[in-house]
């Protein structure tokens, strides 16, 4: 049995943490959320945008055309969260992978493949299919969590740590850019990662190599120096 002073310190906490959380729900159209994606993404000045620290597009052709599948099926698309700033723009916490495979399929980029529901989409495009089916596609509505501009960069990191603690879609590496950030980070994926000499010494599966594998093993290294004189090896591991 908790006692009165643990439950009022419980309640103080739960309230004064919820204060750092300010956010609303919102329903775009996948019309709406698709032009709010690409207009003006050449001087990155589109409204609804990829942050630096997200990964890159990692889906292939058949993982894409399962969600359009879906969409099409009437399927409920897991929620979209994203984060308002100070310009009003929104940035993407979690689904970027969906919303740009939305603007791949609406600009023709996706050809639909793999499909074992409705295989009559197979081999087609977005512009293939008939004005009523787009218009049906266009008028989907995606469900938005909007977290406002006073929300901080710790509860935006909080966020995309717990959307994506445990998920195998996310590699660990790719967990670390989002949630940690710095010159180190920067370090790493500027400057590390990109050596021409360490593509040539660990070259990557293509299978992997959007997968931040390169820097993993930037950061494995600079792990084991650290811990060098401390760290204890089993014979015939040295």
Known sequence: M???????????????????????????????????????????????????????????DSRQSKIIESITLGL????????????GRLEIVDGSQRIRTLAAFMTD??????????????????????????????????????????????????????????????????KRKGIYRGKFNEFIYNDCSKNKILEQLAPLAKSVEKRQEHEELVLRFFALVDQYPKRTFEKGHR
């Open 2 to 60: 908790l006692s009165e002073e643990k439950l009022r310190r419980l309640e103080e906490q739960i309230i004064e943490k919820k204060k750092t959380v300010d956010f609303d729900t919102r329903e775009f159209t996948i019309e709406f959320l698709v032009q709010k994606y690409l207009k003006n993404i050449d001087t990155d000045q589109n409204n609804i945008f990829v942050p630096e620290y997200q990964r890159e597009f990692v889906w292939d």
């Open 76 to 87: 409920p698309i897991p929620i979209i969260f994203v984060a308002e700033n100070t310009n």
């Open 109 to 174: 980029e996706l050809v639909l493949e793999d499909l074992e529901k409705l295989t009559e989409l197979n081999g087609l495009k977005y512009s293939d299919l008939p004005v009523s089916r787009r218009n049906k596609i266009d008028n989907t509505p995606i469900r938005m969590i909007v977290l406002s501009e006073s929300s901080t960069e710790e509860v935006r990191n909080d966020l995309f740590e717990r959307i994506n603690r445990g998920s195998d879609l996310l590699r660990n590496m790719e």
